[in-house]
Antibody, heavy 120, light 107 residues
């Protein structure tokens, strides 16, 4: 059974960076994609980007203006998402999710989420 | 990008009743539409993909319909565990994948 285990909560100051990890069990990294979605407090879901670990292809949300980097370490079956130049608007729960094997664009397995708080 | 609009924002229903949730796309997504359920403090859970196909393990009281720009999620015979927030998501035209703002189903 595929599981995604995310790293723990983070507190950062404005202007700093944060990196969140997502470790996959099962064969997620041998095929398919890992997508990152965030959710600000009381708000909806925002797609941040995705990576196909087997080939290293990535896509990012344009709105994040190059502040997001997504990488994958296949040997550790772990994906990482880094956000730089944090502001209070980046305070959110960050989820990683697996693209369904039949179609990577809908998300069938999710991590529990990582809370990132940006505060001075 | 394709904008997804859900209505109503909040839906008040009683256990055992039927709930009908709507999702509209700003332009056609054909049938590339998924629905998710999210409970407080939890990650979203995939319910429906391809507009009408239930994901593995999803009870048949959940059904999806629609194509083009108009979609509906119907929950028949609401049970206590169904009170949650529901999001639609299009995956026809990306990046970015886009989600609706959600519908909260409450008692």
């Amino acid at each position: 059974q595929v599981q995604l285990v995310q790293s723990g909560p983070e507190v950062r100051k404005p202007g700093s960076s944060v990196r969140v990890s997502c470790e996959a069990s099962g064969d997620t990294f041998s095929s398919g994609a890992i997508t990152w979605v965030r959710q600000a407090p009381g708000q909806g879901l925002e797609w941040m980007g995705r990576i196909i670990p087997i080939v290293g292809i990535t896509d990012h949300a344009q709105i994040l203006e190059g502040r997001v980097t997504i990488v994958a370490d296949r040997s550790a079956a772990t994906a990482y998402m880094e956000v730089t130049n944090l502001t209070s608007e980046d305070t959110a729960v960050y989820f990683c999710a697996r693209g369904h094997p039949g179609n990577e664009y809908y998300l069938d397995v999710w991590g529990k989420g990582t809370t990132v708080t940006v505060s001075s | 990008e394709i904008v997804m609009t859900q209505s109503p924002a909040t839906l008040s229903v009683s256990p055992g009743e039927r709930a009908t949730l709507s999702c509209r796309a700003s332009r056609t997504v054909i049938n590339n539409l998924a629905w998710y359920q999210q409970k407080p403090g939890q990650a979203p859970r995939l319910l429906i993909h391809s507009s009408s196909i239930r994901a593995t393990g999803i009870p048949d009281r959940f059904s999806g319909s629609g194509s083009g720009t108009e979609f509906t999620l119907t929950i028949s015979g609401l049970q206590s565990e169904d009170f949650a927030i529901y999001f639609c998501q299009q995956y026809y035209d990306w990046p970015p994948l886009t989600f609706g703002g959600g519908t909260k189903v409450e008692i």
